[in-house]
């Protein structure tokens, strides 16, 4: 059975770093693009960064780009997303997700992920 299994979520002041984690089981990674997104109270599930199967591209939205970086370890079958310089508003549930590489790059778009996992949320205040 294919899971995704996020961890490392919690409350951190304005300025920390957090790094969430994702495990997979069921798959290996080494072939799937891999996301990150989050989702605030009230507020639709928005991409945050995104990195590929197929070749070295990875892409981060530009609210997150320079403070958070995505990355995967195939020994692991895991992928992670580091988080420097949180703010307020970076506080979601951020929820990680897979889907087979079928071309080159990503896309920070739900609907091109096919695997979800459950979310952890991350809370930024003071």
């Known amino acids: 059975q294919l899971q995704l299994v996020e961890s490392g979520g919690g409350l951190v002041q304005p300025g920390g770093s957090l790094t969430l984690s994702c495990a997979a089981s069921?798959?290996?990674?080494?072939?799937?693009?891999i996301g990150w997104f989050r989702q605030a109270p009230g507020k639709e599930r928005e991409g945050v960064s995104c990195?590929?199967?197929?070749?070295?591209?990875?892409y981060s939205t530009d609210s997150v780009k320079g403070r958070f970086t995505i990355s995967r370890d195939n020994a692991k079958n895991t992928a992670y997303l580091q988080m420097n310089s949180l703010k307020p508003e970076d506080t979601a549930v951020y929820y990680c997700?897979?889907?087979?590489?079928?071309?080159?790059?990503?896309?920070?778009?739900?609907?091109?992920?096919?695997?979800w996992g459950q979310g952890t949320q991350v809370t930024v205040s003071s």
């Open positions: 069921g798959f290996t990674l080494n072939y799937y693009d």
């Open positions: 990195t590929s199967g197929s070749d070295s591209y990875t």
């Open positions: 997700a897979a889907v087979r590489s079928r071309a080159l790059g990503c896309l920070v778009q739900t609907t091109w992920f096919a695997y």
